[in-house]
T-cell receptor, first 114, second 112 residues
Framework: EAGVTQSPTHLIKTRGQQATLRCSPI?????VYWYQQALGLGLQFLLW???????NRGNFPPRFSGRQFPNYSSELNVNALELEDSALYLC?????????????FGQGTRLTVV | AQSVTQLGSHVSVSEGALVLLRCNYS??????LFWYVQYPNQGLQLLLK??????LVKGINGFEAEFKKSETSFHLTKPSAHMSDAAEYFC??????????FGKGTRLSVIA
């Protein structure tokens, strides 16, 4: 069974540009979470989608947005990129109906803003 | 809001020595707690989880953790460290209707 897949693996953008990151959850999982892992800042929660709806949002500016498609895959968009957006972006999925189930993580997308 | 605190951003042990990584949680209700491991340039992998079924939880790779309500702790241990255990370890709590909240992580180094 395929795990959570993220694309691209690496992404280099210029300050002010837009970045789009993609995530495919494990088959059958309805929830997708996005986390930012910047150097020295740990894992910061960005967004949570479940059944196509945004369920929760972390303390990030509106230029961080996303969506979940009918097949439960998800996109994270970052507009007006800033140097401090450089980080590893991790996507995770879970079967949300049971809070006891763990979240499974992808390998991440390394975003570098120059 | 529920949170976890990991004591020690970096722990160094000798190969074969006991591994002890500390995690304390803040919660007014019984929490769901998790330990994840992250190897360099990879995502997170679940080591073990506590869901109130048993206070001593056994995970993968020989790790285990004990839930102690009186100390609000969920420390991760392994009797004998291997070189392959070198990684970053994250404790996390799952509050109701919110995603996982992670601690800041502890980097484990294993010295030969």
């Amino acid at each position: 069974e395929a795990g959570v897949t993220q694309s691209p693996t690496h992404l280099i953008k210029t300050r002010g540009q837009q970045a789009t990151l993609r995530c495919s959850p494990i088959s059958g999982h309805t929830s997708v979470y996005w986390y930012q892992q910047a150097l020295g800042l740990g894992l910061q929660f960005l967004l949570w989608y479940d059944e196509g709806e945004e369920r929760n949002r972390g303390n990030f500016p509106p230029r961080f947005s996303g969506r979940q498609f009918p097949n439960y895959s998800s996109e994270l968009n970052v507009n007006a990129l800033e140097l401090e957006d450089s980080a590893l972006y991790l996507c995770a999925s879970s079967l949300e109906r049971n809070r006891l189930t763990e979240a499974f993580f992808g390998q991440g997308t390394r975003l570098t803003v120059v | 809001a529920q949170s976890v605190t990991q004591l020690g951003s970096h722990v160094s042990v000798s190969e074969g020595a006991l591994v002890l990584l500390r995690c304390n949680y803040s919660s007014s209700v019984p929490p769901y707690l998790f330990w994840y491991v992250q190897y360099p340039n990879q995502g997170l992998q679940l080591l073990l989880k506590y869901t109130s079924a048993a206070t001593l939880v056994k995970g993968i790779n020989g790790f285990e953790a004990e839930f102690k309500k009186s100390e609000t702790s969920f420390h991760l241990t392994k009797p004998s460290a291997h070189m392959s255990d070198a990684a970053e370890y994250f404790c996390a709590v799952r509050p109701r209707n919110t995603p996982l909240v992670f601690g800041k992580g502890t980097r484990l180094s294993v010295i030969a």
